[in-house]
């Protein structure tokens, strides 16, 4: 676990922790701490970005003594991006398919307009144990705007043990089983394969 690893480097600090989907139960406890103390919400890849920084300063309002400072990170979508070579760097829009928080019918739109518009497309929590086939449903939606030839890449892993990379076309996507752990992109019509790399010219 993330503490885990943390712990290594700074053993001396007091730890806290909440599990799985308690995000909001692990902000309130960051900020109760921080009356009396300095404290740091961990969270993986970028606090921005599908991370706590927006639910600790909407938590916050209510500890007007407690001073927010947000640490930027670096989000999977640019970390794993380097690993394919350079997919994103153009225009591009970064979706998550897990619908916990946001309905499927505005995850399915957002895909549409962003494939519509040739934006590189990076998607975040691709599949769980109860969306096994968000992701071949994405790229039903994206095929319809893209060719079924267009550079896709998956890393999973990213920057941790294990860490595995693969270069697909979108139609060898479609079909692939990937998990929670999986960022994967989906380029342009512009983006080509050179060396093994996808890469998305700039113009």
């Known amino acids: 676990t993330y503490t885990d690893i943390i712990k290594q480097y700074f053993p001396e600090k007091e730890y806290l922790?909440?599990?799985m989907r308690k995000e909001k139960e692990r902000g309130m406890l960051a900020l109760e701490n921080a009356v009396t103390k300095t404290v740091a919400l961990i969270c993986s890849g970028d606090s921005q970005l599908y991370g706590m920084a927006g639910l600790a300063f909407e938590l916050g309002e209510s500890f007007l003594d407690v001073e927010i400072e947000v640490v930027a990170g670096v989000t999977a979508a640019f970390s794993g991006g380097a690993i394919l070579g350079a997919p994103i760097t153009h225009d591009c829009a970064l979706i998550s398919l897990s619908d916990l928080l946001t309905p499927i019918g505005k995850i399915e739109k957002r895909l549409r307009c962003a494939s519509e518009g040739d934006f590189v497309i990076v998607l975040y929590n691709p599949s769980s144990k109860t969306r096994v086939d968000y992701l071949k449903k994405a790229c039903d939606i994206v095929l319809k705007y893209r060719d079924e030839k267009?550079?896709?890449?998956?890393?999973?892993?990213?920057?941790?043990?294990?860490?595995?990379?693969?270069?697909?076309?979108?139609?060898?996507?479609k079909d692939m089983t990937v998990d929670m752990f999986t960022t994967v992109y989906i380029g342009n019509s512009e983006t080509k394969i050179i060396n093994g790399k996808i890469v998305t010219p700039r113009g």
């Not at 999973?156 to 697909?168: A, F, K, L, P, Y």
């Open 17 to 19: 922790s909440t599990g």
């Open 150 to 173: 267009t550079p896709c890449g998956v890393v999973r892993n990213i920057g941790r043990e294990g860490q595995d990379s693969r270069v697909m076309t979108l139609k060898e996507l």
